[in-house]
Structures are given as C-alpha cells and as structure tokens.
C-alpha cells in the first residue's frame, strides 16, 4: 500500500508540476514598474470585467436551454440521438477560429440570420451579446455533458415512483431530477464560464472590440512584446486562481454540510 501510494503521489504531482511551473513563472516574470501601471490601467480591468461578465451571461443563457437537452440525452432514446450529441461535442474538437467563422457565416451582419437580429435591434458583430455568443457556442459540450452525468446518475425508478403518487413530469422534474443532479449541473455550469472566460479564437472572429482579457494580451504581445503582455496574463492568472478557488472551497463547504 505504501509503494502505491507513492508512485500515485508522485504521479499525481508530476502532472501539477506540469500545469503549475508556467503559470508560476509568468507570475513571478513580469517587470515590477510594469506591473504596477498594469495594476492602475482602467482597460485593464475593464477587460477582464467584460471577459467575466459575458461569461457568465453565457453560462446562464445556456442553462436555460443546456439543462433541457441534457435531461432529454439522459433519459430518452429517439432518432439521430448519436447525431446530436456529436453536434454537441462538435465545438470542442474543431479550431476555435473556424468556430468563429462558422459562427460569424450565420450571425454577421450580412447574413440571413444576423439580418434578422438586426432588425430587432441585436447584433453580434463588435457587441458583448456577440462575446457572449461566442462563449457559449465553445463551452457549451462543458454544461451539457456534466448536468446529462448528472441526470444518468438518478435512478429512474424514482421519477416512476413520483409519478405514481400523482406527481406530474413537471413535477417530478423539478422535485427529483433536479434536485438529486445539481451538483452535476453546478459543476457543470462552473466549467462552461471558465471555458468561457480562456476564450479567444472564436471570440476575436466576431468582436474584436469591446476587447476581452485574452484578445487584449494578445493585442500588448502582438504590439509591445512580452514585457507588456506578462503583467496581464499574471493578472487574469491571480483574478482566475481566487474566484475558482473560491468556489471550490464553497463547493467542499456545502458537500460537509
């Protein structure tokens, strides 16, 4: 038991040496004068403001519409089910930069679609409902597949139970199923606006400006070099690694309770 615990130990260290050395080292990289005009730069944290908030209006658009799919893809079988959860899965695999082209072929201003919106007085083009869309459309497959887990992880036979007590499906929806799946759900939710916030490459096909964080240390790299660039990426690092440890911690606290 000991040998095991060790060569796990140490393979599990190994991988978070891995991931943490080079978020340690653009910590610990930039210029101190840099960083503390960095620190009192207005389009700074307005960026990542922006980056969080579209993220989130992402992540709660697409509960309202991701939970439903996820129910149906966990307890229903019907025609083409394998076809749409591909669909699903699709936005993870492709480049993310073909995802904003994609995206920008349906939503800009010159298509059908886009045309459409446009008329109702909503575009997607240069907006932060265009951010927002783009969030979404990337990290959707995060929310949906962890809350369909969720959902296959409630015994059935339970909802069948509810039902027969005179429970209707709504009902036993949002009593059972719900309830017994939202730390799936959560999860879930949690992963999709932090996928949301990493992303650029769809992003900056459809708005490049408002500007969001990763755009904006792309346009410090592309424009001033690394010693620009470092001091944001080591502040998007630190607002990133105290919210998700935040809710982390939250998380644990509510599973003791």
């Not at 969080?52 to 992540?59: F, S, V």
């Not at 039902?163 to 059972?176: D, E, H, I, K, Y």
């Amino acid at each position: 038991m000991r040998t095991f615990k060790i060569v796990i130990a140490a393979l599990g260290g190994l991988l978070v040496l891995i991931v943490a050395a080079p978020l340690l080292r653009v910590l610990l990289a930039a210029d101190p004068s840099v960083m503390r005009s960095t620190v009192g730069d207005p389009e700074v944290f307005r960026s990542i403001l922006l980056t969080m908030r579209a993220a989130l209006w992402a992540t709660l658009s697409c509960l309202f519409l991701g939970v439903p799919l996820a129910y149906a893809l966990a307890r229903w079988d019907f025609p083409g089910k394998p076809l749409v959860q591909g669909v699903i899965d699709l936005p993870v695999m492709i480049p993310h930069t073909a995802a904003g082209i994609a995206l920008l072929m349906v939503y800009g201003r010159e298509f059908l679609i886009g045309r459409a919106f446009a008329l109702l007085g909503i575009t997607f083009t240069g907006t932060v409902a265009g951010i927002s869309l783009a969030m979404a459309f990337v990290s959707l497959p995060f929310l949906v597949n962890t809350a369909r887990d969720g959902f296959l992880a409630v015994d059935p036979r339970l909802e069948r139970v509810a039902r027969t007590l005179g429970a209707s499906p709504w009902q036993a929806f949002f009593r059972v199923s719900l309830p017994l799946s939202w730390r799936s759900i959560l999860s879930g939710a949690i992963m999709m606006w932090a996928r949301g916030i990493a992303e650029f490459g769809a992003v900056v096909m459809l708005t490049y400006h408002p500007m969001v964080a990763p755009i904006l240390i792309w346009e410090r790299f592309e424009n001033f070099g690394l010693k620009y660039a470092v001091p944001v990426t080591s502040i998007l690092i630190l607002v990133c690694l105290l919210i998700f440890s935040a809710l982390r911690w939250l998380a644990a606290q509510k599973k003791d309770a």
